[in-house]
């Protein structure tokens, strides 16, 4: 079984100040972990993931997530916050066989940004 | 084409009513997922399909919901008799059987709102 839980359903940072939205997963392998962008109206873009390769990855828009596996942990954080940043986040795990994988979301948190 | 194709944006029934959502997957992506979104909250995985294949439905309701892919056609997933809970959004994503297998690529989503 696998699942995320996602800390915090909103945040609020000041534009400009630093993004930390925090996802815990459990998963009996090793697993691939996902963060993706809901903007208003729209589906998910995939911020970023991490595949078993190197534990800080880097996505687009200047967001970065951690691996880490002692604390199960894939927070996602942004140095400076823009407003364009004010949107939905949603943490994934997967576990993939072969070519299929099956994918779990977290509920969600959402970000605001104060100007 | 190169993004996943919804339709329609909008869906509105009475309950009792049919549905009857339509997605296009990017052209040679092997694998289609249904997701629903209640309340904008965490995303519900229905089924997946491989090709016209169903590969997982563990998240079907069967008794009201059923879902198609077939050769040369838009997939679908059909609700019989809709009832008011099952008011959401639903997603369409499809990915690729080899390269980037793990990336998911959303549709932008069918609202459908039973009244």
């Known amino acids: 079984a696998q699942s995320v839980t996602q800390l915090g359903s909103h945040v609020s940072v000041s534009e400009g100040a630093l993004v930390l939205l925090r996802c815990n997963y459990s998963?009996?392998?090793?697993?691939?972990l996902f963060w993706y962008v809901q903007y208003p109206n729209q589906g998910l873009q995939l911020l970023l993931k991490?595949?078993?390769?190197?534990?800080l990855v880097k996505g687009i828009n200047g967001f970065e997530a951690e691996f880490k596996k002692s604390e199960t942990s894939f927070h996602l954080t942004k140095p400076s916050a823009h407003m364009s940043d004010a949107a939905e986040y949603f943490c994934a795990v997967s576990r993939t066989s072969g070519g299929y994988q099956k994918v779990t979301f977290g509920t969600g948190t959402k970000l605001q940004v104060i100007p | 084409g190169e993004e996943v194709a919804q339709t329609p944006k909008h869906l509105v029934r009475g309950e009792g009513q049919k549905a009857k959502l339509y997605c296009a997957p990017i052209?040679?992506?092997?694998?289609v997922f249904w997701y629903q979104q209640v309340l904008k909250n965490e995303f519900k995985f229905l089924i997946s399909?491989?090709?016209?294949?169903?590969?997982?439905e563990t998240g079907m309701p069967k008794e009201r919901f059923s879902a198609k892919c077939l050769p040369n056609s838009p997939c679908s997933l059909e609700i019989q008799a809709t009832k008011l809970e099952d008011s959401a959004v639903y997603f369409c994503?499809?990915?690729?059987?080899?390269?980037?297998?793990?990336?998911?690529?959303f549709g932008s989503g069918t609202q459908l709102s039973v009244l």
């Open positions: 399909f491989q090709n016209e294949n169903v590969f997982d």
């Open positions: 994503a499809s990915s690729q059987l080899t390269g980037e297998k793990e990336k998911l690529f």
């Open positions: 991490y595949t078993s390769a190197a534990t």
């Open positions: 052209k040679g992506h092997s694998y």
């Open positions: 998963s009996s392998v090793p697993p691939y």
